[in-house]
């Protein structure tokens, strides 16, 4: 696996991951994409030779929304879509609002949104465009998930305060328990 076109085909080959992706498209959301571990993952199974899917905490569906701001409303999309496969631990964000959540300035878009994660092996997101293909988008770039490095993006590696944030999160995540290949890569 060395390309987008690789990746897209290992997720174009998933049963499971294409009616996710097709649940959401039904919403049809303004900039939407599922993203973050729901991309990650499928990466890091596949080049640790897994047969059988990590288990993911949520399934992250990001729109942009300037015109919808209430969460009330990410609430209720979460609801149509666990109607459409209730086993999904679906979580659905408005990110044109999330940065009030994260304290920083506006995002301008949900790819926006997306190269302000954590980390540059998570900063992915894909979508189904007219004709079902999927899309996938890697504002940091795809050769840090490629290569199994988790490392931070250049937005969390501007102060300590961010820098910390993703230290927490190398902790808390615990990702090298599941993927033991994986290298680690430290702010400090």
């Known amino acids: 696996m060395k390309t987008k076109e690789d990746i897209i085909e290992l997720i174009e080959t998933d049963i499971g991951m294409m009616d996710i992706l097709r649940a959401a498209k039904t919403l049809n959301l303004p900039d939407w994409w599922i993203c973050a571990g729901f991309v990650r993952s499928k990466i890091w199974d596949h080049l640790h030779g897994y047969t059988e899917r990590t288990s993911t905490p949520d399934v992250d569906v990001i729109y942009f929304d300037q015109n919808s701001m209430e969460e009330s409303v990410e609430k209720g999309l979460e609801e149509k879509l666990r109607e459409i496969l209730p086993k999904v631990p679906w979580s659905v964000k408005n990110e044109a609002r999330m940065h009030v959540v994260n304290n920083i300035l506006p995002y301008t878009s949900s790819v926006d949104a997306i190269s ?38 250049p937005y969390f590696s501007k102060t300590e305060e961010l820098a910390a944030i993703y230290e ?7 990702w090298k328990s599941k993927w033991h290949k994986i290298e680690v890569f430290h702010t400090y």
């Open 116 to 153: 302000k994660f954590p980390e540059t092996a998570t900063a992915l997101g894909v979508k189904l465009d007219e004709q079902d293909r999927v899309n996938l988008t890697a504002p940091c770039g795809i050769e840090d998930v490629l290569q199994l490095k988790l490392k931070p993006t």
């Open 168 to 174: 927490e999160r190398v902790v808390k995540k615990n």
